[in-house]
């Protein structure tokens, strides 16, 4: 295969290479016949055909009219609840004024268009019209006139022989901006060791997060015998029934599983220390980014997390068995109280959820 | 209202004669509409896939500010009264109780919160699609190399703007997203956590997150979008619509249809017929039905916790990275989100922008081009996108993994551990078949110029032999099939100047000439005239 | 609450009158003749039910659990698992299994309720456990379904889904879809804990909170998709394949209707109208 490899006008301009074998093949062997000639439609030749076609445009016109009138028919005349509802297949039950509006909006709008794009399709001209193009880069000489009078106002303005305006210039309005960022310091406190606690401290008790009612202020304590083999429980600290506007916040960070196991699938003695009885604790939140884990596999003590998949097992101290977290489930040391109720031993040995920097 | 080239004084008769007096006599607004009213517009579909983000913009705003009149970004809580009964008494945030009233009490609303979310996912998906277009057809070239930039910068943003709306209304699924954005905010080296603090106003998810994310949502973003989309515009229009090769087309001129009438009706009813099409998609597709998934709590979880589809790459990526973290000096690394979550994102949009750059030093290309490449006429540009799209589409797919899995009756491991080989194989591979195809193709176009087209007619020869008569291509269609470039390998001669130095930029020079390799070492020429006449002559036909 | 009143008007609400109606004398027909023979003399014939139940336990269950339950290395011993489990466990078919494995799957139910009671009678006998609920206790409570939900998504979508749909779990096990299991085997699944599934005794999830969780997945099933189209009920994924499949494909068929040439007039037509025009001397 040969080519004519003379032409090279693509060129780059590295100085050490040779042009020599490179450019590129931009000219056409065949020479331009031209735009070809206009062929005309059935519109533009039969008076018959395009009174046809100027009908349908003014159909879809009346149509869309006619949609917008009952549009807002519907709006006031189609109940807006959640009994009024229609149903057909394949769509099943919907609501009836959500269905009446979007159907008669989408008919307005849908028709309105396909009418404006039908009349350009067939009344509107559809000769191919040629028009010119020019480079976009300026002549020389308006670039040379451009030049100069760039550099008359740069001269005017004695930018050059003045350094000393130059340079404070340039170095004020380098720190002219950062006044943008500090002024955004206030938007949330430092870090601090937040990020590291709990609400979890020696003898906080062990609330069902079942049993928090719904305004979330009740909720109760568990008792060891509460829980079988293979039981699983959301639990909280008792703090958040009381932490008002912090609950949310403090649930995040605090919120706790719990989970009863034969202590003979407990691979670990200080699991198994940390634990009550085969009842074991561990942090809710995802080691990874922080969504709640909770799929529990009760018979392989797998504890899986929606989001992304981490597996952790429950039987062997929270170890990553799949997935991206990179760390072990804390685990929260338990015991019972003088009632009865479970309670927390000590806080978390460390920091719950995702990793940060100064995690350490 | 038309113009003369004689100093009589013209007097308007019409209204809108009046009117664009009026106007021309403040504005002087005549001589713009002379020069754009019969603008020519190319004809092609692939050119309407710009309008449809536009226009999804558009309807975007339209319904976005229908929904801030209803809509209260806030966490305040409140306990939930309204029509929608399986939800009666619950303590929820502000934010999602009146998200419930837009649904199920405001007239409409429901119809405008489907639309807009609709229009979002139309808006995202178009901008793919679009970007897709404008890169495998080469239109990113000079001079539109900055209107590339722009248009990614709107991709970036549309993806930004996506992700605050999904988490205004504050139910489960956008609280969960929330949390994990937190995580991935809190894995940034040394400033992850005071950056989440500030962003949070404290401890996940506070008590500020909504109202900030709200402004950032119905202000700030969509004002940058709206900014750039006019400025992305202003340049199409000045720099004028690429098309595609053909007769009577050149790189000097652009043929199609005038502004007005035809391209403002065309237009403009694409517009009314994509609106249309979301409205009724609104009016019968349910799309994030919030009151299935229930006010955020944070100690509560759906099993399927997807995110809308634009992030599911993300999403993919983070399930699929291997758990590495590094923990030294007293710090955490998390290179198990910071992978997945900023450094390969970061490469592949870092890469994404900068490509009409890359391949402009590559091709040392200076030229301006306003004819379009088809994609087998650059095989190598287009399997570098094929090679990106199966990279983005296997993050994506990962994504649903948990999805895959229940449908498919197969292992989420089993899944993720196949796309973490595939992420790598795929890619290579996408770019060796695509690669084939484009030569492929390009050989057929070639054999097509030489000998013409298969007629499907069977001649039988003197002797015997049956033949297929073809028939030559018209001369339009041989000028169309040969109008683009072939570019050729650079090939590097002179090492050392005649002192034994080596010449300056000499390491850049011979990645510059390995790049024209890899891109153009393998190709297709284009036929040339001899070639052609001894085709013709040869009577092979 | 207003939400079964205010749903009359479903189109299926006939159909729901018409179950609740056989529910209703399947349970008068019940009452009158089941206690009838019952208790006659209930000793001897819960002897009767437990000697049956044996027995056909150790035809289908006992090459897997044991001559006497007490389990082998192909199947849990069931001492102490209760007659709620073996309801469970067979009346939804998961039992007797095709083979052990981690995720025994549904299928068709191979015994009458009488024989699964009989076998219910025999493992209840072998020492305590949950008991087969009674049927008021899954009542579809329109008053709880609130607190049902809040329930649910506390203890049950990380799992289900929040529509109940199902989800993956690790290994290819997965948790199954609610949206067709009957309240009961709800109830009983909640109490025993199923294969993998953990279990919630009455002292962690009270008899009025399961109640509660049953009336919100019940009621859920029969609420509309209010918006349109429910997609699944999959959430963002579905909705994103959805316009990546039908609404491209909806896009791009008008992008193309807008900017394709209109067909052009044939050859024939052509000469036709220039033929009318130039007799009529008209304009072109």
């Known amino acids: 295969m040969s080519g004519d490899m003379t032409h090279d006008e693509g060129h780059g301009s590295v100085a050490v290479e040779q042009e020599h074998g490179h450019g590129v093949v931009a000219e056409n062997p065949f020479a331009d016949p031209g735009l070809p000639e206009h062929q005309p439609r059935l519109t533009d030749i039969d008076e018959k055909v395009a009174r046809k076609s100027e009908r349908i445009v003014a159909g879809l016109f009346i149509l869309s009219a006619l949609a917008t009138i009952a549009f807002m028919v519907c709006y006031t005349e189609v109940p807006n609840n959640t009994a009024t509802i229609v149903d057909f297949f394949p769509i099943g039950a919907i609501s009836a004024s959500n269905f009446a509006l979007g159907l008669t909006l989408g008919v307005a709008l849908f028709s309105m268009g396909a009418g404006a794009i039908y009349w350009a399709r067939t009344l509107m001209t559809d000769v191919e019209l040629p028009q010119e193009r020019h480079l976009l880069e300026s002549t020389p000489e308006d670039k040379a006139v451009a030049a100069a009078e760039f550099q008359q106002g740069l001269e005017d303005s004695a930018w050059k022989q003045r350094p000393l305006i130059r340079r404070t210039l340039i170095g004020a309005m380098a720190v002219l901006p950062l006044p943008a960022l500090w002024i955004l310091r206030d938007l949330g406190p430092l870090p601090g060791t937040t990020q590291r606690q709990t609400a979890w401290t020696a003898g906080e008790l062990i609330i069902n997060d079942n049993s928090i009612s719904l305004d979330g202020t009740q909720g109760s304590g568990i008792k060891p015998e509460d829980l079988q083999v293979g039981t699983l429980v959301s639990a909280s600290p008792a703090a958040v029934l009381t932490a008002g506007d912090n609950a949310v916040n403090m649930m995040t960070m605090s919120a706790i599983l719990l989970v009863r196991m034969n202590p003979a699938d407990i691979k670990s003695q200080q699991e198994i220390d940390w634990g009550y009885e085969g009842i074991v604790a561990f942090s809710k939140i995802c080691t990874h980014v922080g969504c709640p884990v909770q799929l529990y596999e009760q018979q392989t003590h797998h504890m899986l997390c929606p989001c992304h998949q981490s597996t952790f097992d429950l039987s062997d101290n929270g170890r990553v068995v799949f997935g991206p977290a990179a760390r072990s489930l804390p685990q929260l040391p338990i015991t019972v109280n003088a009632d009865g109720y479970l309670v927390a031993k000590a806080g978390f040995d460390q920091p719950v959820g995702p990793s940060f920097w100064e995690r350490g | 209202m038309s113009t003369s080239t004689s100093n009589e004084e013209i007097v308007p008769t019409t209204l809108g004669g009046k009117a664009s007096d009026y106007l021309d006599q403040r504005l002087g607004i005549a001589g713009a509409a002379k020069k754009n009213l019969r603008k020519i517009f190319p004809d092609h579909w692939s050119f309407m896939l710009g309008e449809v983000c536009l226009y999804s913009f558009i309807i975007l705003l339209l319904s976005g500010i229908f929904l801030t009149l209803f809509f209260t970004p806030s966490m305040g809580e409140v306990t939930y009264n309204g029509s929608y009964t399986p939800l009666d008494g619950i303590k929820m945030s502000e934010a999602y109780a009146s998200t419930l009233n837009i649904s199920f009490d405001v007239r409409g609303g429901l119809l405008m919160r489907q639309i807009h979310h609709w229009a979002a996912l139309v808006f995202v998906m178009g901008i793919m699609v679009h970007m897709l277009r404008i890169f495998f057809t080469g239109a990113f070239r000079k001079p539109r190399e900055l209107n590339w930039l722009i248009g990614f910068t709107l991709f970036v943003l549309a993806l930004l703007e996506g992700f605050a709306g999904y988490s205004l209304p504050d139910d489960l699924l956008s609280g969960t997203g929330l949390r994990i954005m937190q995580g991935i905010i809190l894995s940034i080296p040394i400033v992850g956590t005071y950056l989440s603090y500030f962003f949070f106003g404290g401890l996940f998810p506070g008590h500020v997150l909504i109202p900030r994310l709200f402004t950032v949502h119905i202000l700030l973003v969509p004002g940058i979008i709206l900014a750039l989309i006019t400025a992305h515009l202003i340049l199409v229009f000045y720099q004028k619509h690429t098309q595609w090769a053909g007769p009577g087309r050149t790189n000097e001129n652009v043929v199609g249809l005038p502004l007005m009438p035809v391209y403002m009706a065309k237009a403009g009813g694409f517009f009314f017929v994509v609106f249309g099409f979301i409205a009724l998609l609104g009016g019968l597709v349910s799309i994030n039905p919030i009151w299935d998934y229930g006010p955020y709590v944070p100690t509560q979880i759906t099993a399927g916790s997807q995110p809308d589809f634009y992030i599911g790459f993300f999403e993919g990526a983070l399930r699929m990275m291997p758990n590495w973290e590094i923990n030294a000096w007293g710090h955490t690394l998390s290179l198990n989100i910071l992978i997945p979550a900023v450094v390969v994102p970061g490469i592949l949009f870092t890469g994404l922008a900068i490509y009409p750059f890359f391949e402009a030093w590559v091709t040392g290309d200076k030229r301006e081009h306003h004819i379009l490449d088809r994609p087998r006429n650059m095989p190598t540009r287009t399997a570098i996108g094929v090679a990106g799209i199966v990279f983005y589409g296997i993050g994506w797919i990962n994504g649903g993994n948990d999805l895959v899995a229940t449908h498919f009756n197969l292992s989420v491991e089993t899944i993720t551990w196949v796309d973490r080989v595939l992420i790598f194989v795929g890619p290579v591979f996408g770019f060796w078949l695509t690669r084939r195809i484009c030569f492929g193709l390009q050989r057929r176009d070639r054999d097509k110029v030489l000998h013409g087209r298969e007629s499907g007619i069977i001649t039988r020869s003197p002797e015997g032999q049956f033949s297929e008569i073809h028939t030559p291509l018209p001369q339009g269609d041989l000028h169309k099939l040969t109008a683009h470039d072939v570019h050729r390998p650079l090939t590097l001669t002179e090492v050392t100047d005649s002192n034994g130095v080596p010449a300056p930029k000499l390491r850049l020079a011979k990645l510059r000439a390995r790049a024209t390799r890899w891109y153009f070492g393998e190709r297709v020429e284009k036929p040339t005239e001899e070639e052609y006449r001894q085709a013709i002559s040869s009577g092979h036909h | ?284």
């Open chain 3, 1 to 284: 609450m207003k939400s079964l009143s205010t749903r009359r008007r479903h189109p299926l609400a006939a159909f729901v009158v018409l179950a609740l109606a056989l529910a209703f004398a399947g349970t008068l027909f019940a009452a009158f003749l089941s206690p009838n023979s019952a208790s006659a003399d209930s000793g001897t014939s819960n002897a009767q039910a437990i000697a049956n139940g044996k027995a056909l336990y150790e035809t289908s269950c006992s090459s897997c659990h044991g001559q006497n339950a007490e389990g082998s290395s192909y199947g849990p011993s069931l001492v102490g698992s209760g007659a709620a489990a073996v309801d469970f466990q067979v009346s939804t078919g998961r039992m007797p299994a095709q083979q052990p494995g981690a995720q025994i799957q549904k299928k068709a139910v191979l015994y009458t309720q009488e024989q699964i009671d009989e076998m219910a009678a025999y493992i209840d006998s072998l020492g305590g456990g949950p008991a087969v609920p009674d049927s008021s206790k899954y009542q579809v409570d329109d008053n709880l379904v609130q607190l049902g939900g809040v329930l649910f998504r506390t203890t049950c979508s990380q799992c289900h889904n929040f529509a109940g749909e199902g989800g993956a779990l690790t290994d290819g096990k997965y948790a199954p879809s609610l949206t067709q299991t009957n309240p009961k085997a709800i109830y009983e699944a909640m109490l025993t804990g199923p294969q993998n599934m953990p279990n919630f005794p009455d002292t962690v999830i009270s008899p009025m909170e399961k109640q509660a969780i049953i009336s919100y997945i019940v009621t859920m099933r029969d609420e509309p998709n209010y918006g349109g189209a429910g997609l699944g009920r999959l959430g963002p994924t579905s909705e994103g394949l959805f316009i990546w499949t039908f609404g491209l494909i909806a896009l791009l068929l008008f992008a193309v209707w807008i900017a394709a040439h209109t067909t052009k007039a044939s050859a024939e037509r052509v000469a036709k109208a220039k033929a009318a025009t130039g007799a009529k001397g008209g304009k072109e």
